[in-house]
């Protein structure tokens, strides 16, 4: 009955077969209708029609398991019934009559490399064919010479569910009827030279299971969200004159449960939102929750760009945790790491056999510093890929912005490279124009979506937060990374020796507008030996919480959004431990939960005092006072309102108070202490002023001025009278 040879018999058997679509299903052979199955766990095959009736007992033309027979006249739709070796029966629909769910307008937009929703297309997406429930596969693997899901659902063999090629754009697809949500898979592809290459998890999946089986895991939500009026908010045009303090989180070591258990993502829902809600932050920055296999790269080596860790939860379960947030009024950052990634030979590293993600050329291709490889940013399928993860998160996740990792290794062809590793662009220059192109890109897409992005970014690449319809990368925000290491180096000085660093508090005001820049203290200043905050600060305890607490309030004095690493705010001894949770039980101390209050407080009056934030980005609105008193190690200014309003900001970083200071000041006016550090409900010593009136006397430039006390290592903020 059969028109194969016994070497495409054998070929389907093994798996090797060029188009298995064209063999294995219903065809139409010679004057007869073939249906044939390879079923290698089956005695017998039955074939049926839709409602159980036998149609014909199929015959076994190969000894591996390949079964044949005669579709009789007039009937189209069939399914099989199986009883495997050891007796047990049951109907299966065949994968192999179902024709392509991808149309020609899907395929057209991933080969351009265009596709928004790629992430709809490729991976596990489930979804009902011809009254049929089941999951379509898809995957691009263009040089492979055979590539199959394999999982629970198959008995992991790679023979049985060899998918089918689109040799337009190198996608692999097949629907296999009945597998649902829960299932586990994995790719396994043979090389353009038929060699078996180490099995894959799905670039797309969209849910992983925890290493050492790293298998991906089909998933279909069910989740209904709750956020509309939050999201029917958000605009194209990012609002720069609104309040950012942001509260950057590790969520496996924030807080653990009893016996170092994980919180949830539901159980975070509750704990860490209401935490924060209370501190009065206006974001959560989560360090990246893609999933990762190694828990010490803090999931900066991402695998699963599309899947929220497992550590923490479903899919669901992370959702129920960004509706909370948006309840609470409090946006998500989601630190998005498109970078690198790493070697894991389960993930995106010659995918195919070849170097389909990255560059083949090490030049090119990987990081040293950190051992993993970097993405082909020239490639159209490669961006689509990334650009697709980039909304996935802001569309199916809700998140409000993406901060991007580690953006100077990509604008860079020598980022930490000697002389004769690194490639040139075809100018001759060190810049990387693909990455420019990407970034740009990213940045437009993200906005239109109504996200907005940050960049970390250490150089002085120019226009990293300009449009890029003005030439800039688009981004909205971007880190100071200079005012972050001048400041953190002052603070360490003792105060004696400040006076000969003072411009290190001042320099940062040359620069401060020519970015939209976020101030962060972020985690990578707690770790790697640098010790927490606190343990910078110089001098006996006292000192260094003072120390602490005026640094925190100059910060959020300071023009630029605010960002604050988790468990800065209780004042640990200790630098960061990804391993453990936060140190809570500080907060039995009075110092500790000194620092506490005063970040609360911080927050709150920020938020309240349009002057703290609306005029961020602009130089008119900050105003010097006396940048230059080096030897009393004194900074004031005036941070001004779109509306006129005004406050002075005055910080001592001396252990010496400072008695009757003169201080020009706009205007006559009563002023008085809308902060001071230096209060004893902070743990402080509680030296204050009244209520202060301005004078005629001159002073600073300007025809009025004050007699302020600033007590030591502290940080005063005065709002005039009306």
């Not at 720069?240 to 170092?260: A, C, F, M, N, T």
């Not at 970390?456 to 925000?477: C, H, I, K």
Request: glycine residues 10%; negative net charge; contains cysteine.
């Amino acid at each position: 009955m059969t028109t194969l040879d016994n070497i495409g018999l054998s070929a389907l058997a093994q798996g090797r077969y060029r188009d298995p679509f064209a063999a294995l299903g219903l065809h139409k052979e010679g004057r007869n209708r073939i249906v044939r199955t390879f079923q290698p766990q089956a005695r017998d095959v039955v074939l049926i029609d839709g409602d159980g009736n036998t149609l014909n007992e199929m015959q076994r033309v190969h000894a591996d398991g390949l079964f044949e027979a005669i579709m009789p006249p007039r009937k189209r739709r069939y399914a099989l019934r199986i009883t495997t070796h050891d007796g047990t029966t049951y109907e299966h629909e065949d994968p192999y009559r179902f024709v392509s769910s991808l149309g020609d307008i899907d395929l057209y937009l991933l080969g351009e490399g265009s596709d928004q929703k790629i992430y709809d297309k490729l991976g596990a997406r489930v979804l009902t064919l011809e009254g049929i429930e089941g999951t379509r596969f898809a995957v691009w693997a263009p040089n492979a010479s055979r590539v199959s899901v394999i999982g629970d659902f198959n008995d992991w063999d790679g023979r049985r569910h060899c998918m089918r090629l689109h040799p337009g754009n190198g996608i692999w697809e097949i629907f296999l009827p009945g597998v649902l949500g829960g299932a586990r898979y994995k790719f396994e592809l043979l090389d353009m030279n038929g060699k078996l290459l180490p099995l894959k998890t799905d670039p797309y999946g969209k849910f992983h299971e925890p290493p050492p089986g790293n298998a991906s895991i089909v998933y279909d939500s069910s989740f209904e969200w709750r956020d509309e009026d939050w999201t029917a908010q958000r605009n194209m045009t990012p609002a720069l004159d609104q309040p950012v303090s942001i509260y950057e989180v590790h969520l496996g070591s924030w807080r653990r449960k009893d016996g170092d258990a994980y919180f949830s993502y539901r159980d975070l829902a509750d704990e860490l939102v209401d935490y924060v809600g209370d501190m009065g932050f206006t974001h959560i920055e989560l360090l990246p929750v893609s999933e990762h296999p190694f828990d010490g790269s803090w999931g900066y080596q991402p695998i699963g760009m599309f899947a929220p860790t497992q550590r923490f939860g479903d899919p669901d379960d992370f959702r129920y945790f960004v509706d909370r947030c948006h309840a609470a009024g409090i946006a998500i950052i989601v630190d998005w790491v498109p970078a690198h990634f790493p070697k894991d030979e389960h993930g995106l590293r010659h995918f195919d056999g070849t170097a389909l993600y990255e560059h083949e050329d090490p030049r090119k291709g990987e990081h040293a510093d950190w051992g993993t490889l970097i993405f082909n940013f020239g490639r159209r399928e490669v961006i689509n890929y990334l650009i697709g993860s980039a909304l996935y998160w802001i569309d199916e996740f809700h998140i409000d912005a993406l901060r991007v990792d580690a953006v100077a290794s990509m604008l860079y062809l020598n980022y930490s490279r000697e002389e004769g590793e690194w490639v040139p662009n075809e100018y001759g220059g060190n810049e990387n124009l693909e990455a420019v192109s990407f970034l740009r890109r990213l940045n437009t897409e993200l906005h239109a979506h109504g996200a907005t992005s940050f960049a970390e970014e250490s150089t002085a690449w120019p226009g990293v937060s300009r449009p890029v319809d003005l030439g800039g990368l688009g981004f909205t925000y971007k880190w100071n990374m200079g005012w972050m290491n001048d400041t953190l180096s002052y603070m360490s000085e003792d105060p004696v020796h400040r006076k000969y660093h003072h411009d290190k508090m001042t320099f940062g005001l040359v620069y401060a507008f020519d970015e939209n820049f976020i101030l962060p203290l972020s985690h990578d200043e707690v770790v790697h030996g640098k010790g927490s905050l606190l343990g910078r600060m110089p001098g006996d305890e006292w000192q260094r919480f003072a120390n602490l607490r005026a640094y925190l309030a100059n910060m959020f004095a300071h023009p630029g959004k605010k960002l604050l690493f988790m468990g800065s705010e209780l004042g640990p001894y200790n630098e960061w431990n990804h391993d453990q949770s936060l140190d809570w039980h500080l907060l039995e101390y009075d110092v500790h939960r000194g620092v506490q209050s005063l970040v609360r407080d911080l927050n709150a009056l920020y938020r309240r005092t349009p002057a703290l934030y609306e005029v961020d980005f602009d130089a008119g609105g900050f105003e010097w006072i006396d940048w230059n008193d080096a030897d009393g190690s004194i900074l004031s200014w005036i941070r001004r309102d779109k509306s006129g309003g005004y406050v002075i900001c005055i910080t001592n970083f001396t252990p010496v108070i400072r008695y009757d200071y003169q201080l020009g000041v706009p205007d006559k006016g009563l002023f008085t202490e809308i902060m001071n550090t230096d209060s004893k409900i902070y743990a402080g010593s509680g030296i204050s002023n009244d209520e202060l009136a301005g004078s005629d006397d001159p002073s600073h430039g300007r025809p009025h001025s004050m007699k302020v006390t600033i007590p030591p290592l502290a940080t005063l903020i005065l709002q005039r009278k009306n």
